[in-house]
């Protein structure tokens, strides 16, 4: 008996986590974080800025990576704990302005990559963060959410889909 109670929790914390990192992924990342980034990345002052990345040292790379990185996760951990508070405007502003930033660093490692593998320590971490991630989303319980969640956007997206006719007209009228 105690050993089901303990699964029934475990499975609600595991979704409670399943459900968060699914949110933050879907929502913040593909629908801000992605084009702030693609935007990043297309910039013609960057293509200098990724030559120059491309001469500093392994070292140096690692630290200037790690500092941001480092501020991004903890910034939103502390946006999260402030959300989970109940303050959720100020934890969803604090979300929200992080989001420049973590794109500033994905952008980085995506440049700095080839280098920062270079460290044994560094390549097993991402290696074992990027197994991490495929066992989260293989496993039942995520399939189970995304599949929610798609039904509830599609849901969604018809019921919005009026008004999303009206403002695009509402553009094409303003643009012309």
Do not use: C
């Not at 320590?121 to 798609?150: C, G, M, N, P, T």
């Amino acid at each position: 008996m105690l050993k089901k109670i303990i699964a029934k929790i475990a499975d609600i914390v595991l979704g409670v986590l399943v459900t968060v990192y699914i949110v933050l992924e879907e929502l913040v990342w593909e629908n801000i974080a992605e084009p702030i980034y693609t935007f990043i990345h297309g910039l013609a002052i960057l293509q200098k800025a990724e030559a120059f990345i491309d001469r500093l040292n392994r070292h140096v790379l690692l630290v200037l990576f790690l500092a941001l990185f480092i501020q991004v996760e903890l910034l939103g951990i502390f946006a999260l704990k402030l959300i989970g508070t109940g303050k959720v405007v100020a934890g969803t502003a604090l979300y929200a302005g992080k989001i420049p930033v973590a794109a500033f660093t994905f952008w980085l490692f995506r440049v700095a990559k080839e280098k920062l593998m270079t460290f044994g320590w560094f390549k097993q971490a991402y290696d074992l963060i990027l197994l991490i991630i495929e066992r989260i989303k293989s496993s039942a319980i995520h399939q189970s959410i995304v599949a929610r969640l798609r039904t509830g956007k599609a849901w969604l997206k018809t019921r919005l889909s009026p008004a999303r006719l009206y403002i695009n007209r509402l553009i094409e009228i303003l643009r012309s």
